[in-house]
């Protein structure tokens, strides 16, 4: 599986964006998705997370309420709604697929390029 995330750019305090990561290969509707992000300086760490079958969801605690993780298995994307940014959300954005839930770096198989998202204050 191919994954290319796009999406991100600079937005001020309190908006929104919309990341997708499109997926190569026959097989994405068989893969768990997860979204990661890593700031300047520190470490990767997990953001959202869907199911296989699309009925489960994960987020990390700093985001919930705020960003959505759901999929199109028909054009094999995966999207990061993403609303009321804040400035701490600056990051780049991967995408990731693995055959089990993507909540840790090391469960995924395969990893996106990564998307810049800026939020301004």
């Known amino acids: 599986v191919q994954l290319q995330a796009f999406g991100g750019g600079l937005v001020q305090a309190g908006g929104s964006l919309r990341l997708s990561c499109a997926a190569s290969?026959?097989?994405?509707?068989?893969?768990?998705l997860g979204w990661f992000r890593q700031a300047s300086g520190k470490e990767r760490e997990f953001v959202a997370a869907?199911?296989?079958?699309?009925?489960?969801?994960y987020y990390t605690d700093s985001v919930k309420g705020r960003f959505t993780i759901s999929k199109d298995n028909a054009k094999n994307t995966v999207y990061l709604r993403m609303n009321n940014l804040k400035p701490e959300d600056t990051a780049v954005y991967y995408c990731?697929?693995?055959?089990?839930?993507?909540?840790?770096?090391?469960?995924?198989?395969?990893w996106g390029q990564g998307t810049q998202v800026t939020v301004s204050s």
């Open positions: 290969g026959r097989t994405f509707s068989s893969y768990a």
């Open positions: 869907i199911s296989v079958s699309g009925r489960t969801t």
């Open positions: 990731a697929a693995g055959s089990t839930i993507v909540v840790l770096p090391t469960r995924a198989d395969y």
